[in-house]
């Protein structure tokens, strides 16, 4: 169970990725490919955060995407071979 320390910690870097996210236009949300050094800057200034913060953000993104494409693939692997269902 985690302690009401833990969970504000979490809350506070929760608002932080939302206010980043928000700074963005529905395009950058929808392809974040496009974000150039330019597109980071208003962005971080737009959100309060600092641009390497910003960054990490897209980069734990960018890995969560991949893990779930991966996830897929086993998916559809195991369904292949007759393997249990997930859900």
Do not use: H, W, Y
């Amino acid at each position: 169970m985690m302690k009401s320390a833990d969970l504000s910690k979490s809350e506070k870097e929760f608002k932080r990725m939302e206010g980043m996210i928000c700074a963005m236009t529905p395009r950058e949300r929808r392809n974040p490919q496009i974000l150039n050094a330019r597109r980071r800057q208003r962005i971080a200034k737009g959100s309060g955060v600092s641009v390497t913060e910003l960054n990490t953000l897209l980069n734990r993104f960018n890995q969560m995407q991949q893990m779930m494409k991966k996830m897929g693939k086993f998916q559809r692997m195991m369904a292949k071979m007759g393997g249990p269902k997930p859900g």
